[in-house]
């Protein structure tokens, strides 16, 4: 089985780019204050929410691994 991931993004830090939904459309949504979530908090690990994450120009969005909570993104320094 693959993994699953919990995705987050950090509202106070979401300038509103539009990039993750651009990366991954379905994986995340903009609101009517231009701030992005994720369509759902969990979803099977794809490359497109990584894809968009590491797109994210000021890294406001967040990946762990459901369960263990092991980050996937941002990778650690
Ligand atoms: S790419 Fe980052 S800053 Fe842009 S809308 Fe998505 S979460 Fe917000």
């Known amino acids: ?4 991931w919990a995705v987050e993004v950090d509202r ?15 994986g995340f949504a903009l609101d009517s204050a231009r701030q992005s979530h994720p ?5 099977d690990a794809n490359e497109k929410v990584l894809a968009a994450a590491e797109g ?14 092991e980050v996937v993104f941002p990778p650690e320094e």
């Open 56 to 69: 994210c120009p000021v890294e406001a969005i967040t990946i762990t691994l459901t369960g263990s909570g």
């Open 1 to 4: 089985m693959g993994d699953r």
């Open 12 to 26: 106070g830090v979401c300038i509103g780019s539009g990039m993750c939904v651009n990366h991954a459309p379905g």
């Open 39 to 43: 369509a759902a908090p969990e979803t």
